[in-house]
């Protein structure tokens, strides 16, 4: 993961190091955040935030302005993968399509639903977007 580009993403103005990163998601990153991630993976689709934080949860994270560490971490951890797949792909709509075609070495299961998934979905998808980019078998 570029963390600066991360931290670009997220909308954060201080920090450069992972160290920063990992403090601003344990004080709780911006809702403004989230919606900032959504706009750039799924632009036409105003509901993908709410596969990220659920709806009714999100409601009441506007209220505080802020996400709990572990939603911030997920959207980190989102943010990462979309910085990653662009890098490999070489732009966003190819990264784009990219995470959202089943793909065999999954299960079948798209790039980015896996990513949604859980934790360890998403270290397989940046596994698996690693190895694009340095060219072993994917």
Do not use: C
């Not at 993403?9 to 709780?28: H, Q, T």
């Not at 709410?50 to 994270?61: E, G, N, P, W």
């Not at 299961?109 to 990513?115: G, Q, R, S």
């Amino acid at each position: 993961m570029k963390t600066r580009e991360v931290i670009a993403m997220l909308g954060l103005r201080a920090g450069r190091s992972p160290v920063d990163l990992i403090e601003r998601i344990e004080e709780g990153l911006s809702v403004d955040a989230l919606d900032r991630v959504a706009r750039r993976i799924a632009p036409g689709d105003a509901n993908f935030k709410y596969r990220v934080v659920a709806k009714a949860t999100l409601a009441r994270r506007r209220l505080h302005r802020r996400l709990t560490a572990e939603e911030g971490n997920r959207l980190a951890r989102l943010a990462g993968i979309w910085q990653l797949a662009v890098d490999v792909w070489g732009g966003e709509d190819r990264a784009r399509e990219y995470l959202v075609v089943p793909h065999m070495l999954l299960g079948g299961h798209a790039p980015l639903d896996m990513a949604l998934k859980t934790d360890l979905g998403a270290r397989t998808v940046e596994n698996l977007l690693g190895r694009l980019k340095y060219g072993s078998a994917a």
